[in-house]
């Protein structure tokens, strides 16, 4: 469609290589005639003079008629490239709406933006925008229209892209076009603006997005049916097809004539000269196998720029191979505003400041990057927002490779759930009624192969995959190597093993189906856009440290153990889980934890703390394993503690290594430390032999999946220390159904510690495994049986010498087991009822810890149980949604029933707490709602107190109360 010559380009790099000062000079001698200039004082103090910016951004246009395209109607875009210029090689990293706004708003790729990479996210607060960096630098900054989105802001509702001017209405020219005045709104921006600043505005038309009015090309643009041409060889040449290309092309023709009455009113007011206009899109035609995709026809889009002042020889046409993340470096270096100083974070791309000199190219303009993750939501089944289809392109000269990371799933989402990954209009209607085993339904709809190569200047369709081709097979592995290191060089996540993360990322559109959109002409419905759900976006540092002590008493607390210090350049602190609170060999309060700037993340580590006032006050923690800032070393987690009956304090822990298949968390070496004087000092690490299982990678170079989540308890004979263990088995020996953590297979194991007490360095603890490998517990997940969901085991010791577990499991219910020989063999596992007969107690994927009431190992026949009471479906989330369904918490009071095929029954449950439903975590990330029970139990002052992170943010301590007479 859109299809400029391809000539020699780039990919950004950071840094800008031509200094502003220099491209103005040499403009300026280009420059005949006189301009007016605006001068205003720089952030250094230094006076320059600065252009106002035009930023004009169209909504799905892939067209312009600078470009040849005859039936497309673009004067006002059109005078940009004569006045300016036009390039030929522009290319959006992403082509969908809000990782293409981010991408162009940031100056990063979107596997570089966390959430905001996928489409209808939640925007990561941390990132800023160089609107926002050109407000902090002076500049007067407004957008009408759409700005960043769709997706959900902040907390604090900042506007990413300046003050809305959105009050001025039009009469719509097709019911399809938005009714916004976007030049009226424009006039009111430019009377607002002081006379002695320069401003940036960012004109957003809602224009070519769909729907349109069904013939209204024909009947109000004055197009004929013949005027479409050329259709391109994927779609069906009937006339509702050509119909929807003119409907386009009408809608284009509004957001042209906006631009132009914008561009007349700054010639009229003296503005122009010194005015940056940028003219694009921010991606291709809503059409199959256009907008959504790293084809040509999606990412390949229309950009001219026009600056009087600022552009040398207008009128040129630019080959030069540029990445929309190229704006905003660009945007900065002209305005002389350092983003880093700001608060932007690192930026990609490069400035455009070569180009708009006219002299030689200061930056390698050679290959350029694009891809895209998760675009519409609930497409594809695997998790609670559906999964994405992650792809990663790289142009170089006349070729383009594309590599597909999952050809297992349907690039347009599953037919069945109606492809909903591309826009309804008629001519996805004409694609679909083709049928699936024709050319155009295929082209548009099918899997594809890993990878696809094609030579754009014989097939700019990419309808010729050469991937195949022997004659191209050192081409491929050059590409294919150069694409994946230009990624590492940018810490894509699909490099380093976790690329998952984006299909885990949660979407503010309710998990419910949309509503229906009213139908086009061909009786096919679109889906309407829903209400957001409520922002669940984690405040900034200083609205977190702000609103901690709102949220601190939520769940009404006894004692405080910790609270994040959130400092920004720390080490990470906002991330604190799995709390074992024991008591030290000096009878005072101990404690250890993982901690880190949130879970699963690289700077993981474990830390100590003391207290010697019986949970009153707490010493400040102290990193005994993992790393100590970001980047140093392998992250450690999920440690125990154990104490020897002579007092030496063992930690054990897991070590995460440069190898994981599961997760970094959880793909570990179980690793031990030891303090013989109450923690004040900590011996060297040791790695603690573990028998690998038929669960574990075939590849010994990757470490076993396992963690131990509960506190070790001396429940064995002799009181030994027994524990139970989660095992996950490896994608690379039984893959997972459900393409979510929640559906991973996995069992439980026990440990039995035999020699703890004799005081062995930790590589020579003698350590039983049992219910191990063919013999490890499991239970069948709810929807995919195939597979087990069986995991945290819970251990409380019965009056007559049993072993009773609990386990959370995917069923919407806990499990249980027993052992009557020391826990050597154990029961099948069965559901959790609430005695013989009753009903099954309710719990989702979480864990729910057991504890006697007497003590870790004293067998009192009196236990409490925690669960949440509900399987998973809660407050709008559903069983996948780990982070916000874990609460409230209830108690549930047990009692040893002798001669019963369940041998503990249990009371009612009764409502124990909850917080308040505010999200915390670490700054710019989604927050967590969640009241995990990573808990462990002490007593003080004969009381049982239960220790438990709240939101896996607080540390607390709270009083169990009476609930056995």
């Excluded at 470009?67 to 992403?94: C, E, H, I, M």
């Amino acid at each position: 469609m859109l299809n400029p010559m391809m000539g020699q380009a780039t990919s950004s790099v950071l840094g800008t290589f031509v200094t502003w000062a220099a491209v103005l000079s040499i403009a300026a001698a280009a420059e005949s005639r006189p301009a007016a200039r605006t001068d205003v004082r720089s952030g250094s103090g230094v006076g320059i003079s600065r252009p106002n910016i035009l930023f004009a951004i169209a909504d799905d246009m892939g067209h312009a008629g600078a470009y040849g395209t005859r039936w497309v109607k673009t004067p006002s875009f059109d005078r940009l490239a004569g006045q300016g210029v036009l390039f030929l090689n522009a290319y959006t990293p992403n082509a969908k709406c809000s990782p293409s706004r981010a991408c162009i708003l940031t100056g990063r790729n979107p596997w570089q933006l966390e959430a905001a990479g996928n489409h209808w996210p939640y925007y990561p607060a941390r990132f800023k925008s160089w609107m926002e960096a050109l407000a902090d630098g002076g500049y007067c900054v407004g957008f009408t229209g759409k700005g960043w989105g769709p997706g959900t802001l902040p907390p604090e509702r900042r506007n990413i892209t300046g003050k809305a001017y959105q009050q001025r209405r039009l009469e719509k020219p097709a019911t399809g076009i938005s009714n916004w005045d976007y030049f009226a709104n424009f006039q009111d921006f430019l009377a607002d603006c002081p006379k002695d600043r320069p401003f940036c505005f960012w004109y957003g038309g809602h224009e070519p997005h769909r729907p349109y009015e069904y013939g209204s090309g024909v009947a109000r643009g004055g197009y004929k049916l013949e005027d479409a041409e050329p259709v391109p060889p994927y779609w069906p040449d009937t006339e509702a097809v050509r119909n929807d290309m003119l409907d386009y092309a009408f809608e284009i023709a509004h957001f042209d004539r906006q631009l132009g009455k914008m561009l007349d009113l700054l010639a009229e007011k003296g503005l122009l000269d010194n005015t940056l206009v940028v003219a694009t899109s921010d991606n291709g035609p809503p059409f199959p196998r256009m907008k959504g995709h790293p084809f040509e026809s999606a990412c390949h889009l229309p950009l001219a720029m026009m600056w009087p002042r600022g552009i040398a020889a207008p009128g040129r046409k630019t080959d030069a191979l540029v990445s929309f993340i190229d704006f905003a470096p660009t945007f900065l270096d002209v305005a002389g505003v350092d983003g880093a100083k700001v608060g932007m974070q690192s930026i990609t791309g490069t400035s455009l400041a070569d180009i708009f000199s006219n002299q030689k190219r200061a930056a390698d303009r050679s290959t350029l990057l694009t891809g895209r993750e998760r675009n519409d939501t609930r497409c594809r089944p695997g998790t609670e927002s559906g999964l994405g289809y992650p792809v990663r392109a790289l142009r170089e000269g006349d070729f383009v490779l594309l590599h597909n990371f999952d050809p297992s799933r349907w690039p347009c989402g599953n037919p069945e759930l109606g492809l909903k990954d591309t826009d309804a209009g008629p001519t996805k209607t004409a694609v679909e009624a083709s049928g699936e085993t024709n050319r155009p339904w295929q082209l548009c709809f099918g899997k594809r192969p890993a990878d696809e190569l094609y030579n754009l200047k014989t097939d700019a369709d990419c309808v010729h995959n050469l991937a195949d081709d022997p004659a191209h097979a050192r081409r491929l592995k050059a590409m294919r190597e150069k694409l994946f290191a230009r990624l590492r060089q940018q810490g894509d996540p699909r490099m380093e093993g976790h690329g998952d993360v984006f299909d885990y990322y949660p979407t503010p559109r309710p998990s419910r189906e949309d509503a229906q959109a009213p139908k086009s002409p061909t009786g096919k419905a679109g889906a309407a856009r829903a209400e957001p759900l409520p922002d669940l976006t984690v405040a900034p540092a200083d609205k977190l440290r702000a609103l901690a002590p709102a949220t601190l008493r939520s769940t009404g607390p006894d004692f405080v153990a910790y609270v994040p210090r959130v400092e920004d350049g720390q080490v990470g602190d906002t991330g604190n889980e799995h709390f074992m609170v024991f008591q030290g060999p000096d009878k005072s309060l101990m404690t250890i934890w993982s901690q880190s700037s949130f879970e699963g993340q690289g700077d993981q580590h474990i830390v100590f703390a003391r207290s010697r006032d019986q949970g009153k006050t707490w010493s400040a923690p102290k990193i005994i394993a993992g790393p100590a800032r970001p980047g140093e070393g392998f992250s450690a987690s999920w440690a125990v503690p154990l104490v020897s009956k002579s007092g030496r304090i063992y930690v054990i822990y897991c070590q995460s290594g440069p190898k994981w298949d599961v997760g970094r968390n959880v793909s570990t070496r179980f690793t031990g430390i030891y303090s013989d004087n109450s923690g004040k000092t900590w011996s060297s690490p040791q790695t603690i032999e573990m028998p690998r299982t038929s669960r574990d990678n075939p590849d010994p170079s990757y470490p076993p999946n396992c963690i131990i989540w509960q506190k070790p308890a001396r429940l064995a004979r002799d009181g030994r220390y027994l524990v139970g263990m989660t095992r996950t088995t490896s994608p690379a020996v039984k893959k997972n159904p459900g393409k979510t953590w929640t559906s991973s297979d996995s069992a439980v194991e026990f440990l039995r510690f035999e020699n703890l007490d004799l005081n062995p360095e930790p590589a020579g603890l003698k350590i039983s495994w049992l219910a191990y490998d063919k013999d490890a517990l499991t239970m069948p997940h709810r929807d995919y049986p195939q597979v087990s969901v069986c995991q945290e085991p819970s251990i409380v010791k019965l009056p007559d010498g049993r072993l009773f577990c609990v386990m959370r499991t995917m069923s919407g219910s806990p499990a249980w087991t027993q052992s009557r020989d020391d826990g050597n063999t154990w029961t099948p596992p069965k559901v959790l009822l609430g005695k013989d007969g009753g009903e099954p107690l309710k719990h989702p994927l979480s864990p729910c810890p057991i504890y006697d009431l007497g003590g870790d190992a004293a067998g009192s026949g009196r236990y409490a149980l925690f669960i949440h009471n509900h399987d998973g479906h809660y407050q709008g989330f559903g069983p996948t949604d780990s982070n916000y369904h874990r609460r409230p918490i209830y108690l549930v009071a047990g009692r040893f029933q002798p001669g019963a095929e369940q041998p503990v029954w249990f009371d009612e449950p009764r409502f124990f707490m909850d917080n308040d439903g505010i999200p915390l975590g670490p700054p710019g990330k989604r927050g967590r709602l969640d009241l995990a029970m990573y808990a462990s139990l002490t007593e003080i002052g004969g009381r049982p107190v239960l220790w438990y992170p709240d939101r896996k943010f607080f540390l607390l301590g709270k009083y169990l109360p009476v609930i056995l007479r």
